[in-house]
């Protein structure tokens, strides 16, 4: 009988492993300070490419760039085991939690931002990153960074820790994947017209085939969907009967089922963990949170919103489609993007290449804790 069996995030610590733990980072190796490496405009940075069979524990990188919304401009990439296609593709700042090419300071249990006013360059945000979420890969890993801005990444500071195994990892070990999608604005869909000033549940509309929906992600293959960050700019309040986005359900469907699917949710508020709009504003709890929150009023500003199933994770035999209302039964045409997290056994579907610079970048954008309207 086994003595006993960990049922927590630390209970593993204490059983002792083979393994050699391994770091990948911008020290100078002159023996000086210059801890950092220099990305010029166009060109692509590696900050690890490791040889042989293990798992990615820790990422933490921080940088300064003097591009304006340079954080939809830096592209991260991750490539397991050889693939040309990458199992990564994001935008950085959106890819750590916080979206609207800006920077914010929370903590949860796999990503978090550290930032503050008072510290750090002047002029652009900065903030440190972490990634602890576990990527192992059979044969080879490289991350790269992309720098797609007009001005070069003079500062980039990382480390990349990871732990190489003697044996193989597991068959049914997944690859880690996130892929940043984005659409600007949601199409409206328009219904009859309703009450003046209805409560949310006497909006007019219905919304039985899921159709319409903004989707976060849609994959094939065999795996279980982990989270994802959803920023919404709800710069469209002022034409929308009911002005607080808050209202679309998430519906997953799972193996290519029809409608009604397996999961179906209440609205965004509560399938991001919340109840009755954001009372608190932003917050930061392990699994769930709102990284950004702009505006005291819940239904206009700025809003990036996550949702971790670390202890709750979706699965897929076949394939998933994660989706979500934009508004109840999708009436509302606000900017929707996002970054879906997810394991899978490999080979995934090709990623298509992001939306170019320009079509990503945000219509507003926070500036010293200003908001421009």
Not at 16 to 24: H, L, M, P, T
Request: with cysteine; hydrophobic share 35%.
């Amino acid at each position: 009988m086994q003595f006993w069996q960990p049922t927590s995030p630390l209970g593993g610590l204490p059983r002792i492993k083979a393994g050699r733990s391994r770091r990948s980072s911008s020290w100078d190796r002159t023996g000086g300070n210059r801890d950092f490496a220099v990305v010029p405009p166009g060109e692509t940075h590696v900050l690890a490419d490791i040889e042989g069979s293990g798992i990615i524990e820790h990422i933490w990188l921080t940088t300064r760039c003097y591009s304006e919304k340079y954080l939809r401009k830096l592209v991260i990439e991750m490539y397991w085991d050889g693939e040309d296609n990458p199992s990564v593709r994001s935008p950085l700042g959106d890819f750590f939690g916080v979206g609207h090419a800006t920077c914010t300071h929370y903590v949860s249990l796999p990503l978090s931002m550290v930032f503050g006013p008072r510290r750090g360059p002047k002029g652009p945000f900065a903030a440190a990153m972490n990634s602890y979420f576990p990527m192992p890969f059979g044969s080879h890993a490289k991350i790269v960074l992309r720098n797609e801005s007009d001005m070069p990444v003079e500062n980039f500071f990382y480390y990349v820790d990871y732990e190489l195994t003697k044996e193989p990892i597991p068959d049914d070990m997944g690859r880690f994947h996130a892929y940043y999608r984005q659409e600007k604005p949601c199409e409206k869909v328009v219904h009859p017209a309703g009450a003046e000033n209805p409560p949310p549940w006497e909006l007019p509309g219905v919304n039985l085939t899921g159709d319409d929906n903004y989707v976060i992600l849609d994959a094939t293959g065999t795996g279980h969907y982990v989270g994802c960050v959803l920023s919404i700019d709800n710069f469209d309040a002022s034409n929308q009967q009911f002005t607080w986005p808050g209202e679309g359900d998430d519906m997953i469907f799972i193996d290519g089922e029809k409608w009604p699917p397996s999961l179906h949710g209440t609205g965004t508020e509560d399938y991001f963990n919340a109840a009755w709009g954001f009372p608190s504003g932003a917050y930061a709890g392990p699994y769930h949170g709102v990284s950004l929150a702009s505006s005291p009023q819940e239904h206009f500003g700025l809003w990036s919103l996550y949702r971790f199933h670390i202890e709750d994770p979706v699965r897929f035999a076949e394939s998933i489609r994660v989706t979500i209302e934009h508004g109840h039964a999708n009436d509302q045409g606000n900017d929707f993007s996002s970054v879906a997290y997810w394991y899978q056994l490999h080979p995934h579907a090709p990623h298509a290449d992001l939306p170019p610079v320009e079509e990503r970048l945000p219509r507003r954008w926070p500036e010293h804790g200003l908001w421009d309207e």
